[in-house]
């Protein structure tokens, strides 16, 4: 039975009065669900004395409170300590609806980093390693009908250079490249109410011909159980497919005639339903699904069979009052709106498994989108661990989403440093052919900038020359001779040849202005320095775009569409300010492939 509709519109009400009050993952949505975010006690435990106390389930006040899903060491935590502090502890109370009664309650976090043990009521209900993934507990045995007191407890190293951390810095202050840390929840955290058996994940391959298939996990599987998907255009239902889900995996195949297709000028979506049931209906779960196709054909990267080119930016997804994790759901369409009136298709998440309410963002936007994950710096058998499982999840999480056409496990040769040690080709070969076996409708890039091996499916590389006289020079070439020069690392890893792939300017630009009365750090830095002015700011990328456009390149990702903390390569400022005509910005991006 399903809630009343004056229940939910209570139930949104106390999520209204939180932070980030939106539903988390649209994706995978149940109506039945309440917000987590908001006020918590934190306590720093430099000491690492909470384990030893029994701090879940003691009565001890903790000396803070912090706003979640922000970090502590951002100022919308309401903390703003960007200090070295390696383990945390969150408690908040709640009290689940009435009308929950009798349901399984599922606790969701929508990422922690980076390690966390979570407690209810004083009782364990688990750990979870991986600070960019989502992870969940079944949280109904241990609940009570009154008040329930969750507890969680993070751990984060903050020097470890052998765990996934992507930009965060390993030195007390930001520097260079590298930005603040991320240390515990910094990604939503809700509860939702379901069946005694219940969808806990959907994965669907939705192909350019309509075709739909859809591999499901049901929880607590029973006999009698049917699993049933339905497609809706609008309003209108264009699919069903059902079967029994009386195992824990059930596939579903349907389609779709002459389906819309899901493209940059036309994002169509379908809303997919499915519904699980005995009898009656125990779990609904509102999801969508878009039609369409990635490949390479003739050297050139298709949408829908249709040639693309890529015009990315570079996009860190860091904002100065709330460092990873997104200010609003505003912000989110904000960044994309801009980024789209510049001239850019889409952009490369860079080092972070963006929130997902960016990638829903971009789906509904036609917004096209380079995935990848926080990688670490230094190789050994615990990182190849780490890495794999967190990146499988990672690459679970997002598989829905037709946004995404490219995946890149490893950026420059992070976690990788030693590319003549024949262990490490081989990671970096087994996280192409790892992702490939995750995933087989997209793209994927061995090494993002340097050091490929013989399997990539684009070959991108990263130039922050001056100008585009240089880069004519270098590139102009590489089509005849089949040799990729060199920029700060060789463009193969030893022992490789280049594999005919197409070239993929995956960074370059970096031209950094500041605007006057911009606030920045007076440690600010660019690649070549700062320009005086935007006249020689917009000149420089002119020269460049007007060179790019020569080459034959497959597609382009400009660094970068903001500034980030001391770097100021952004084409916005750090508070999302433009720098330049947006319109003059388009101009010059209009003289590359549409």
């Not at 502890?89 to 709640?94: G, N, T």
């Not at 607590?220 to 209108?236: E, F, Q, S």
């Not at 994309?336 to 997902?356: L, S, Y």
């Not at 070239?503 to 006057?516: D, N, Q, R, V």
């Amino acid at each position: 039975m399903r809630l009343s509709v004056l229940l939910l519109a209570a139930i949104a009400g106390m999520a209204q009065n939180a932070p980030r009050p939106e539903y988390p993952q649209p994706q995978f949505q149940r109506d039945a669900w309440l917000s987590l975010n908001g006020q918590w006690e934190f306590e720093f435990d430099d000491a690492h004395a909470g384990v030893g106390e029994n701090w879940p389930a003691s009565t001890r006040k903790f000396s803070r409170n912090i706003t979640v899903p922000f970090c502590f060491e951002s100022k919308m935590s309401g903390i703003g300590d960007p200090s070295f502090h390696s383990e945390v502890w969150y408690r908040r109370s709640f009290t689940a609806p009435a009308a929950w009664k009798g349901k399984r309650v599922l606790l969701k976090f929508g990422a922690v980093d980076y390690r966390a043990w979570v407690w209810l009521n004083g009782r364990s209900l688990g750990f979870h390693q991986g600070g960019n993934v989502p992870f969940s507990f079944d949280i109904t045995s241990a609940m009570t009908s009154g008040p329930n007191s969750l507890v969680v407890r993070v751990e984060d190293p903050p020097t470890d250079r052998y765990i996934p951390r992507g930009k965060q810095y390993w030195e007390p202050k930001s520097r260079g490249i590298f930005y603040t840390r991320t240390t515990g929840i910094w990604q939503p955290v809700w509860l939702e109410a379901t069946g005694a058996s219940y969808l806990d994940h959907a994965r669907m391959t939705a192909a350019m011909d309509g075709s739909l298939r859809i591999d499901a996990v049901i929880a607590n599987p029973v006999p009698g159980l049917t699993l049933t998907a339905r497609i809706l255009d609008g309003a209108r239902t264009v699919a069903t497919a059902a079967a029994p889900a009386e195992a824990p995996r059930v596939s579903l195949l349907t389609g779709v005639p002459s389906p819309r297709l899901w493209s940059l000028a036309n994002p169509n979506l379908y809303t997919v339903v499915f519904e699980l049931s005995k009898d009656s209906v125990i779990d609904r779960v509102n999801s969508y699904t878009g039609f369409r196709s990635v490949a390479v054909e003739n050297g050139k990267v298709t949408l829908n069979g249709r040639p693309t080119y890529l015009k990315l930016v570079l996009d860190q997804g860091y904002w100065p009052e709330s460092t990873l994790t997104p200010p609003s759901d505003e912000a989110i369409q904000y960044d994309i709106r801009m980024t789209k009136a510049m001239g850019f298709n889409g952009a490369r998440k860079h080092q972070k498994v963006e929130d997902p309410r960016f990638l829903y963002w971009a789906d509904k936007m036609g917004f096209l989108v380079s995935g990848e994950i926080a990688n670490a710096y230094e190789f050994d058998d615990e990182y190849v661990r780490a890495i794999t499982a967190e990146w499988t999840e990672a690459v679970q999480r997002d598989y829905n989403h037709p946004s995404i056409v490219i995946w890149n496990p490893i950026n420059e040769s992070w976690g990788v440093p030693n590319l003549r040690d024949p262990r490490q080709q081989q990671h970096l070969r087994a996280m192409f052919t790892l992702t490939k076996s995750l995933d087989a409708t997209r793209l994927v890039i061995d090494n993002e900038g340097w050091e490929h091996t013989d399997l990539t499916d684009l070959f991108a590389i990263h130039d922050y020359a001056r100008n585009g006289e240089i880069l004519w020079e270098k590139y102009k070439d590489v089509s005849a001779t089949g040799v990729v020069p060199p920029n700060a690392r060789p463009a193969l890893a030893p022992g490789f040849e280049y594999n005919g792939t197409p070239l993929y300017l995956s960074e370059f630009g970096g031209i950094a202005f500041i605007p006057a009365g911009a606030k920045v750090p007076g440690e600010s830095w660019g690649y070549s320095g700062v320009e005086k002015s935007a006249e020689s700011a917009l000149s420089r990328l002119r020269s460049q775009l007007t060179a790019i456009a020569r080459l034959g390149f497959a597609g382009f990702c400009y660094t970068q569409i903001t500034d980030v903390e001391q770097e100021v390569n952004g084409l916005m400022t750090y508070d999302r300010k433009p720098k330049f005509p947006v319109e003059e910005v388009k101009a010059i991006l209009d003289l590359v492939g549409q």
